[in-house]
């Protein structure tokens, strides 16, 4: 089975950056694209950025724009999300995600922590 798998989680000042790394094992994949996801204590689950696979075209959602970026290495099978200026608000569990297709996200991985202290 396919699986994701994040790291790079972990406890940083406001300010501090954080780069998360998202590893996926099993079959190769036709994957369409990569995605980063975030769930805060009492909130739904938000869109936080994307990455094309075949040219590592990004998109990004408006709070974070301009302080993360997200890209993929082809050949490790991996996802990156580079976080820099932290803030207090961007405390949460990020998930990866991959789709095969323009439509629904199709694997998930189980999130790690990143908390952001002011």
């Known amino acids: 089975q396919v699986q994701l798998v994040e790291s790079g989680g972990g406890l940083v000042q406001a300010g501090g950056s954080l780069r998360l790394s998202c590893a996926v094992s099993?079959?190769?994949?036709?994957?369409?694209?990569a995605g980063w996801f975030r769930q805060a204590p009492g909130k739904e689950r938000e869109f936080v950025a994307s990455?094309?696979?075949?040219?590592?075209?990004?998109y990004y959602a408006n709070s974070v724009k301009g302080r993360f970026s997200s890209s993929r290495d082809n050949a490790k099978k991996t996802i990156y999300l580079q976080m820099n200026s932290l803030k207090p608000e961007d405390t949460a569990i990020y998930y990866c995600?991959?789709?095969?297709?323009?439509?629904?996200?199709?694997?998930w991985g189980q999130g790690t922590q990143v908390t952001v202290s002011s």
């Open positions: 099993g079959p190769t994949l036709s994957a369409f694209g």
């Open positions: 990455v094309n696979w075949s040219d590592g075209g990004t």
């Open positions: 995600a991959i789709r095969t297709g323009p439509g629904r996200w199709n694997y």
